[in-house]
């Protein structure tokens, strides 16, 4: 069983909801990222989320945009995040996305790509702007080395998409919860419950909700719908606002709270 199933079937024995935490990999560096990842890990996070920095990141709003250019700025690059992910499986064996888009996997090459990161550890990925009628070329070779190739859902999504999704999809569903690019929002979509029921009417992964998700209310409110949820934007401000020990502190309060407000 993949590590990804594993903590799922872990959290369903405990009726507990998945806490999905996003950062982007080399913000401000590779080795703090290394470092949060731990510290994430300790105070709740069930799954992480690795950004892999891009020089157009279109559907992302202007936090995660200038996290990527700090990350580029540090000189990240993939061959390095998956060096990170490497060293964290000596110490960890939470489950690691890597999120992102499409061009710096094409630029390495999906066989290459799937080997080496199932290799170092990585779980999934998750390519923002890879649709699944068009990922045959990842999810063929991800599928031989044991990577889960995870999807978007959105409320604009038809019933097709929906069952390609189902169909190729494995790990969980990504589910967004708004229109638009990333961003902290104030409020929850008032059509959740509506869009949500209809997805896992034909989902049998389980679905994370994601965008816009910003307070520990908010985490609730949405994880009484979805299987977990995904936080984001909200985190990766705090590495522009904080560093150091104060990004330790401010990071870990954040995420227990979070952690607390599923439970």
């Known amino acids: 069983m993949s590590r990804l199933a594993t903590r799922f079937s872990a959290l369903q024995t405990k009726q507990s909801k998945a806490l999905v935490t996003f950062i982007t990999a080399g913000d401000p560096n590779l080795s703090t990222t290394e470092e949060m990842i731990y510290l994430l890990e300790d105070a709740g996070a069930d799954i992480i989320e690795l950004g892999v920095p891009f020089s157009d990141p279109m559907a992302d709003g202007p936090t995660i945009q200038l996290s990527s250019e700090r990350a580029l700025t540090s000189g990240t690059t993939l061959h390095g995040i998956l060096d990170v992910v490497r060293k964290v499986r000596t110490r960890s064996a939470i489950p690691i996305i890597l999120m992102g888009y499409l061009n710096p996997v094409h630029a390495y090459g999906y066989d290459r790509f ?4 199932s290799e170092a550890g990585v779980d999934g990925v998750l390519l923002v702007d890879m649709p699944p009628e068009e990922s045959l070329e990842l999810t063929v070779p991800a599928r031989r080395c044991g990577l889960d190739v995870i999807f978007l859902l959105t409320p604009t999504s038809d019933a097709a998409r929906i069952s390609a999704v189902e169909r190729l999809g494995s790990g969980f569903v990504y589910y967004v919860t708004v229109t638009g690019v990333t961003g902290a ?13 209809r997805v896992k009417q034909t989902i049998s992964l389980p679905v994370m909700a994601g965008f816009g998700i910003s307070t520990p209310a908010q985490a609730a409110e949405v994880g009484c719908l979805a299987d977990g949820v995904v936080v984001g934007s909200a985190i990766v401000k705090l590495f522009e606002q904080y560093c150091g020990e104060q990004l330790k502190q401010k990071l870990s309060r954040y995420v227990t709270d979070l952690k607390q407000a599923l439970s």
């Open 114 to 117: 799937c080997q080496d990161a």
């Open 185 to 197: 929002r104030t409020s929850v979509s008032t059509t959740l419950v509506q869009e949500l029921s």
